[in-house]
Protein backbone atom coordinates (compact mmCIF):
# COMPACT_ATOMS: atom_id res chain seq x y z
CA UNK A 1 0.00 0.00 0.00
CA UNK A 2 1.45 3.37 -0.97
CA UNK A 3 1.89 6.10 1.70
CA UNK A 4 -0.60 8.17 -0.07
CA UNK A 5 -3.23 5.37 -0.05
CA UNK A 6 -2.25 5.18 3.74
CA UNK A 7 -3.47 8.34 4.96
CA UNK A 8 -6.10 8.74 3.17
CA UNK A 9 -7.13 5.40 4.57
CA UNK A 10 -6.45 7.01 8.21
CA UNK A 11 -8.14 9.98 7.24
CA UNK A 12 -11.35 8.13 6.19
CA UNK A 13 -11.49 6.07 9.77
CA UNK A 14 -11.10 9.11 11.48
CA UNK A 15 -13.57 11.12 10.05
CA UNK A 16 -15.85 8.12 10.92
CA UNK A 17 -15.01 7.89 14.52
CA UNK A 18 -15.68 11.61 14.88
CA UNK A 19 -19.11 11.37 12.85
CA UNK A 20 -19.99 7.95 15.29
CA UNK A 21 -19.06 10.04 18.38
CA UNK A 22 -20.89 13.10 17.04
CA UNK A 23 -24.61 10.80 16.08
CA UNK A 24 -24.10 9.00 19.68
CA UNK A 25 -23.94 12.68 21.67
CA UNK A 26 -26.73 13.62 19.93
CA UNK A 27 -28.84 10.08 20.49
CA UNK A 28 -28.06 10.68 24.06
CA UNK A 29 -29.30 14.50 24.26
CA UNK A 30 -32.51 13.22 22.63
CA UNK A 31 -33.09 10.07 25.12
CA UNK A 32 -35.71 10.39 27.99
CA UNK A 33 -34.14 10.23 31.12
CA UNK A 34 -35.31 6.82 33.28
CA UNK A 35 -38.11 8.58 34.73
CA UNK A 36 -39.46 9.20 31.78
CA UNK A 37 -38.75 6.17 29.43
CA UNK A 38 -40.74 4.22 32.06
CA UNK A 39 -43.30 6.17 33.84
CA UNK A 40 -46.04 4.15 34.57
CA UNK A 41 -48.67 6.23 34.06
CA UNK A 42 -47.54 6.29 30.32
CA UNK A 43 -47.43 2.69 30.46
CA UNK A 44 -51.59 1.94 31.54
CA UNK A 45 -52.61 3.26 28.55
CA UNK A 46 -54.26 -0.02 27.94
CA UNK A 47 -57.87 -0.74 26.19
CA UNK A 48 -60.21 -1.71 28.36
CA UNK A 49 -58.35 -1.19 32.13
CA UNK A 50 -59.86 2.06 33.77
CA UNK A 51 -62.07 2.29 36.88
CA UNK A 52 -64.70 4.23 35.79
CA UNK A 53 -66.77 6.31 33.68
CA UNK A 54 -66.97 9.99 33.76
CA UNK A 55 -69.65 10.96 31.55
CA UNK A 56 -69.22 15.19 30.39
CA UNK A 57 -71.76 17.24 29.11
CA UNK A 58 -70.60 20.53 28.56
CA UNK A 59 -72.56 24.15 28.36
CA UNK A 60 -72.68 24.93 24.91
CA UNK A 61 -73.50 28.75 25.28
CA UNK A 62 -70.26 29.08 26.95
CA UNK A 63 -68.24 27.35 24.54
CA UNK A 64 -69.66 28.78 21.86
CA UNK A 65 -69.46 32.83 23.21
CA UNK A 66 -66.00 32.20 22.20
CA UNK A 67 -65.88 29.61 18.88
CA UNK A 68 -69.32 32.06 17.68
CA UNK A 69 -69.26 32.40 14.25
CA UNK A 70 -66.52 29.98 13.64
CA UNK A 71 -68.53 26.99 14.54
CA UNK A 72 -71.77 26.47 11.62
CA UNK A 73 -72.78 23.08 13.00
CA UNK A 74 -73.56 24.09 16.92
CA UNK A 75 -73.41 27.96 17.38
CA UNK A 76 -74.15 29.53 14.31
CA UNK A 77 -77.12 27.50 12.84
CA UNK A 78 -79.79 28.78 10.43
CA UNK A 79 -82.44 27.30 11.76
CA UNK A 80 -82.92 28.61 14.61
CA UNK A 81 -81.59 25.76 17.05
CA UNK A 82 -79.16 26.53 20.16
CA UNK A 83 -77.89 23.81 22.32
CA UNK A 84 -77.80 24.41 26.18
CA UNK A 85 -76.25 21.03 27.78
CA UNK A 86 -74.21 18.73 24.96
CA UNK A 87 -72.56 15.71 25.42
CA UNK A 88 -68.68 16.14 25.29
CA UNK A 89 -67.87 12.65 25.66
CA UNK A 90 -67.78 9.54 27.71
CA UNK A 91 -63.81 9.41 29.68
CA UNK A 92 -62.15 6.34 31.06
CA UNK A 93 -60.87 7.23 34.33
CA UNK A 94 -58.58 5.66 37.03
CA UNK A 95 -58.93 6.69 40.50
CA UNK A 96 -56.43 9.28 39.99
CA UNK A 97 -55.66 10.25 36.34
CA UNK A 98 -56.79 8.77 32.75
CA UNK A 99 -56.02 6.88 29.93
CA UNK A 100 -55.72 7.97 26.36
CA UNK A 101 -55.26 7.72 22.67
CA UNK A 102 -54.92 3.81 23.53
CA UNK A 103 -54.20 1.35 21.19
CA UNK A 104 -56.93 -1.27 19.60
CA UNK A 105 -56.75 -3.92 17.44
CA UNK A 106 -58.25 -1.82 14.26
CA UNK A 107 -57.75 1.99 13.27
CA UNK A 108 -59.97 3.63 15.44
CA UNK A 109 -62.37 4.63 12.16
CA UNK A 110 -65.80 5.96 13.29
CA UNK A 111 -68.39 5.18 9.84
CA UNK A 112 -70.00 8.25 8.57
CA UNK A 113 -73.53 7.03 9.50
CA UNK A 114 -72.56 6.56 13.20
CA UNK A 115 -71.43 10.13 13.27
CA UNK A 116 -74.35 11.55 11.82
CA UNK A 117 -76.30 9.65 14.11
CA UNK A 118 -74.25 11.33 16.98
CA UNK A 119 -75.16 14.85 16.01
CA UNK A 120 -78.21 15.57 17.47
CA UNK A 121 -76.25 15.12 21.45
CA UNK A 122 -72.73 15.83 19.65
CA UNK A 123 -72.92 19.22 17.46
CA UNK A 124 -70.05 18.45 16.04
CA UNK A 125 -68.47 15.47 13.16
CA UNK A 126 -64.67 16.53 14.68
CA UNK A 127 -65.99 16.17 18.16
CA UNK A 128 -67.33 12.34 17.82
CA UNK A 129 -64.31 11.52 15.95
CA UNK A 130 -61.83 13.12 18.62
CA UNK A 131 -63.90 11.88 20.95
CA UNK A 132 -63.56 7.83 19.63
CA UNK A 133 -60.07 8.31 19.21
CA UNK A 134 -58.72 9.73 22.24
CA UNK A 135 -60.99 8.44 25.12
CA UNK A 136 -63.30 5.66 23.54
CA UNK A 137 -60.26 3.63 22.39
CA UNK A 138 -59.24 2.95 25.98
CA UNK A 139 -62.95 2.13 26.64
CA UNK A 140 -62.16 -1.52 25.09
CA UNK A 141 -65.22 -1.12 22.96
CA UNK A 142 -66.03 -0.52 19.51
CA UNK A 143 -67.20 2.97 17.92
CA UNK A 144 -70.66 1.61 17.96
CA UNK A 145 -70.31 0.16 21.65
CA UNK A 146 -69.08 3.36 23.07
CA UNK A 147 -71.46 5.85 21.52
CA UNK A 148 -74.59 3.57 22.32
CA UNK A 149 -73.27 3.50 25.86
CA UNK A 150 -72.86 7.55 25.86
CA UNK A 151 -76.54 7.83 24.26
CA UNK A 152 -77.66 5.68 26.80
CA UNK A 153 -76.10 7.20 30.33
CA UNK A 154 -76.84 10.86 28.84
CA UNK A 155 -80.42 9.78 27.82
CA UNK A 156 -81.05 8.52 31.58
CA UNK A 157 -79.99 12.00 33.37
CA UNK A 158 -82.99 14.40 33.45
CA UNK A 159 -81.33 17.98 32.84
CA UNK A 160 -83.51 20.39 35.20
CA UNK A 161 -85.83 22.67 33.44
CA UNK A 162 -83.83 25.90 34.44
CA UNK A 163 -81.03 24.42 32.35
CA UNK A 164 -83.03 23.57 29.50
CA UNK A 165 -83.24 26.21 26.88
CA UNK A 166 -82.75 30.09 29.44
CA UNK A 167 -83.53 32.95 27.50
CA UNK A 168 -81.93 35.26 30.08
CA UNK A 169 -78.82 34.95 32.19
CA UNK A 170 -78.55 33.04 35.52
CA UNK A 171 -76.23 32.99 38.00
CA UNK A 172 -76.07 29.58 40.31
CA UNK A 173 -73.62 28.70 42.98
CA UNK A 174 -72.07 25.01 42.50
CA UNK A 175 -73.75 23.53 45.11
CA UNK A 176 -77.19 24.62 43.82
CA UNK A 177 -76.68 23.42 40.50
CA UNK A 178 -75.47 20.05 41.99
CA UNK A 179 -79.05 20.24 44.40
CA UNK A 180 -81.04 20.55 41.10
CA UNK A 181 -79.61 17.78 39.57
CA UNK A 182 -80.08 15.70 42.29
CA UNK A 183 -83.84 16.43 43.12
CA UNK A 184 -84.52 15.93 39.05
CA UNK A 185 -82.33 12.25 39.46
CA UNK A 186 -82.56 10.89 42.90
CA UNK A 187 -80.04 7.80 41.62
CA UNK A 188 -77.62 10.54 42.27
CA UNK A 189 -75.54 11.37 45.10
CA UNK A 190 -73.49 14.28 45.75
CA UNK A 191 -70.16 12.67 45.37
CA UNK A 192 -71.24 11.24 41.79
CA UNK A 193 -71.15 14.59 40.23
CA UNK A 194 -69.00 17.83 39.77
CA UNK A 195 -69.42 21.16 37.88
CA UNK A 196 -66.23 22.95 36.73
CA UNK A 197 -66.31 27.00 35.90
CA UNK A 198 -64.11 28.88 34.47
CA UNK A 199 -62.99 32.29 31.96
CA UNK A 200 -64.38 35.38 32.45
CA UNK A 201 -67.12 35.66 35.16
CA UNK A 202 -66.95 31.99 36.00
CA UNK A 203 -68.88 30.70 33.40
CA UNK A 204 -70.41 27.44 33.79
CA UNK A 205 -68.42 25.10 31.69
CA UNK A 206 -69.36 21.17 32.56
CA UNK A 207 -70.88 18.52 34.46
CA UNK A 208 -70.12 15.47 35.19
CA UNK A 209 -71.45 12.50 36.14
CA UNK A 210 -69.64 9.48 37.38
CA UNK A 211 -70.74 5.61 36.43
CA UNK A 212 -69.38 2.50 36.50
CA UNK A 213 -68.15 0.51 33.58
CA UNK A 214 -71.67 -1.19 33.33
CA UNK A 215 -73.46 1.85 33.85
CA UNK A 216 -74.17 2.29 36.99
CA UNK A 217 -74.07 5.80 39.15
CA UNK A 218 -71.06 5.79 41.19
CA UNK A 219 -68.86 8.24 43.10
CA UNK A 220 -66.17 9.72 41.24
CA UNK A 221 -62.49 9.96 41.81
CA UNK A 222 -60.00 12.58 42.26
CA UNK A 223 -59.93 13.87 38.60
CA UNK A 224 -63.58 15.66 39.66
CA UNK A 225 -62.48 17.21 42.80
CA UNK A 226 -65.24 19.98 42.98
CA UNK A 227 -62.85 22.31 44.81
CA UNK A 228 -60.05 22.70 41.80
CA UNK A 229 -62.71 22.25 38.99
CA UNK A 230 -65.11 25.38 40.77
CA UNK A 231 -64.11 26.67 44.31
CA UNK A 232 -66.14 29.83 42.77
CA UNK A 233 -69.42 31.32 44.83
CA UNK A 234 -71.41 31.94 41.91
CA UNK A 235 -71.20 31.29 38.29
CA UNK A 236 -72.52 32.63 35.20
CA UNK A 237 -74.74 31.04 33.41
CA UNK A 238 -75.03 32.50 29.78
CA UNK A 239 -78.26 32.02 28.10
CA UNK A 240 -79.42 29.69 25.41
CA UNK A 241 -81.68 32.07 23.20
CA UNK A 242 -82.86 28.88 21.43
CA UNK A 243 -85.99 29.65 18.76
CA UNK A 244 -86.81 26.13 17.89
CA UNK A 245 -89.67 25.26 19.44
CA UNK A 246 -89.59 21.37 18.66
CA UNK A 247 -87.81 18.88 19.61
CA UNK A 248 -86.99 15.33 20.28
CA UNK A 249 -85.79 15.48 23.84
CA UNK A 250 -88.76 17.09 24.90
CA UNK A 251 -89.24 17.61 28.68
CA UNK A 252 -91.36 14.15 29.33
CA UNK A 253 -94.08 14.44 26.96
CA UNK A 254 -94.09 13.64 23.18
CA UNK A 255 -93.95 16.88 21.05
CA UNK A 256 -95.54 15.28 18.32
CA UNK A 257 -98.72 14.53 20.48
CA UNK A 258 -98.93 18.06 21.90
CA UNK A 259 -100.93 21.24 20.88
CA UNK A 260 -100.50 22.35 17.37
CA UNK A 261 -100.09 25.61 18.97
CA UNK A 262 -95.99 25.96 19.01
CA UNK A 263 -96.20 28.36 21.51
CA UNK A 264 -97.57 25.51 23.82
CA UNK A 265 -94.94 22.76 23.02
CA UNK A 266 -92.19 21.74 25.36
CA UNK A 267 -88.96 23.68 25.13
CA UNK A 268 -85.84 21.91 23.83
CA UNK A 269 -84.24 19.63 26.20
CA UNK A 270 -80.60 20.54 26.46
CA UNK A 271 -78.03 18.77 24.24
CA UNK A 272 -75.34 18.04 26.08
CA UNK A 273 -69.48 20.33 24.53
CA UNK A 274 -66.78 20.62 24.76
CA UNK A 275 -65.07 21.84 27.70
CA UNK A 276 -61.38 22.09 28.20
CA UNK A 277 -59.22 18.98 29.17
CA UNK A 278 -58.60 18.82 25.45
CA UNK A 279 -61.63 18.24 23.80
Known amino acids: MTRLKVWTWIAFAAASVAAATIAAVAQ ?20 GEFDYYALVMSWSPTYCSTAGEDDDQQCNRRDGKRYSFVLHGLWPQYEKGYPQNCRTARRPFVPQPLIDSMLDIMPSARLVIHQYRKHGTCSGLSPDGYFGLSRRLFSAIRIPQRYQNPFETQQASPSELISEFRRANPQ ?92
Open 28 to 47: EQRAPWPSERFNPAQQRNTA
Open 188 to 279: ISSDMIAVSCGGAGNRLREIRICFTRDGQPRSCGENENQRRMCSANSMFIPPTRSTARTDEYGTGSNSQSDSKDDSKRPIPRPRLIESLRGI
